[in-house]
């Protein structure tokens, strides 16, 4: 029997925000970008959210802006078939769509992005990145690979392995974070490529309150085409005119209308990500193909022709404020010893081991990387006569007075 632990007490988030724009010449750079992203010509119609947050929706074929036109939108993979659901948990829906209206067809919604949460980074280049410069000081480069102090921290568990994509099933929480330039995230993501050659496309859910404002949650995509180097062209969501989007029921960096409870109902989300016969790369949520990754954002070292590697978990950053381990949880922030329930999972985890379209997959046989158990552990096991299959759990609560610090 699971015996499930008692949550660490965590106090409040620090409610205001820092701005770090390094100069007059970056806070340009940044309104001309959100002169040319929010361009009244190619926005249809604009949705607000019951919160205030607005969606514009936004022309298909110019969702990249006038001067960088879609002439084509390419059409999915073939489905590989439906993930069962568990009788253990729930679908969460997105707010948008659930509390509001949809854009019209031939639109696509994107979150309003607005010149001061843009303020929040150094430079433009910045808000792209996944670490950017203000995370990462010379003192932080030294120590990537210090463990349980290193800024970007992982539970990890993947498959080397010749795939087309890879899928799972997300246990969505809306976890703590210390500090609001620390992210918390839960994904899947395949890569491909070696030093300045890694390519990766990813996609779950984050806590990243820099970036969104606030602390809940949200759907995320995130690509790279250069090893996260700082201006390569990888960016989050529809920040950067590279994913292109299709469908106009889901939100990319939305947040749910509800979230798993520590001992109370647990949500999910389906992700999966799938290279088609012309060499995209897809994203699909729940049952919508939400739209691809071009085939021209990669090369023949990385992702243009299949990953060689698939990986699930989770990830934090870590800015060791007055020098402690940060307590920003890790998914659930309870120990895998909590068990359903109590901690996050990640399940039905499988790769696509055919070629683009083929209606393959197979269960992933992982190894782990885990950057320090006692701030942050995981568990694999595999139930092969459930819908479960191979699965993790994951997480922990960072910070703590026994052993992480």
Not at 8 to 29: H, T, W, Y
Not at 367 to 393: E, L, N, Q
Request: charged share 25%.
């Amino acid at each position: 029997m699971v015996i499930a632990q008692n949550p660490i007490s965590k106090p409040e988030a620090p409610p205001g925000f820092l701005v770090r724009v390094k100069n007059e010449q970056e806070r340009d750079k940044m309104k001309h970008y959100l002169d040319d992203l929010n361009d009244p010509s190619i926005i249809n119609s604009t949705i607000l959210l019951d919160d205030g947050e607005e969606i514009d929706c936004v022309d298909v074929y110019l969702q990249h802006g006038k001067r960088k036109p879609l002439h084509q939108i390419s059409k999915p993979p073939k489905d590989i078939g439906a993930q069962s659901e568990s009788v253990d948990d729930e679908k969460s829906e997105q707010i948008y769509g659930k509390s509001s209206s949809l854009c019209p067809e031939g639109t696509v919604p994107r979150r309003r992005i607005k010149l001061e949460e843009l303020e929040r980074f150094e430079t433009l280049g910045d808000y792209f990145q996944k670490l950017p410069s203000h995370l990462e000081s010379d003192e932080d480069k030294l120590k990537r690979d210090a463990g349980p102090t290193n800024l970007h921290q992982y539970v990890v568990y993947y498959q080397d392995v010749t795939n087309y994509g890879a899928a799972a099933v997300l246990n969505l929480w809306s976890p703590y974070t210390e500090l609001p330039n620390e992210f918390s995230l839960s994904q899947i993501w395949v890569r491909r490529g070696i030093s300045s050659n890694l390519e990766t496309v990813e996609a779950g859910w984050q806590v990243y309150r820099d970036k969104y404002s606030d602390s809940r949650a949200r759907l995320f995509i995130f690509f790279t085409p250069d090893n996260y180097k700082k201006e390569g062209g990888g960016c989050y969501n529809l920040d950067c005119s590279a994913f292109v989007q299709t469908d106009s029921t889901i939100y990319i960096g939305g947040p749910f209308s509800q979230y798993s409870t520590s001992g109370g109902p647990q949500k999910i989300i389906r992700i999966l990500l799938q290279q088609s016969s012309d060499g995209h790369w897809w994203f699909k949520f729940g049952d919508i193909w939400v739209g691809y990754w071009p085939a021209s954002k990669f090369d023949t070292l990385g992702l243009r022709n299949g990953a060689s590697r698939a990986d699930f978990g989770g990830e934090i950053t870590d800015k060791r404020n007055l020098n402690l381990h940060t307590s920003s949880d890790m998914g659930s922030g309870a120990f895998p010893s909590g068990g359903f329930g109590y901690t996050c999972y990640t399940r039905s985890m499988v790769y696509i081991n055919g070629p683009y379209s083929a209606p393959l997959s197979t269960a992933v046989i992982p190894s782990p990387v885990i950057s320090g158990a006692k701030c942050y552990d995981g568990t694999t096991a595999f139930d092969g006569s459930s819908v479960w299959r191979r699965y993790i759990y994951f997480g922990g609560p960072g910070y703590h007075y026994a052993n992480c610090y």
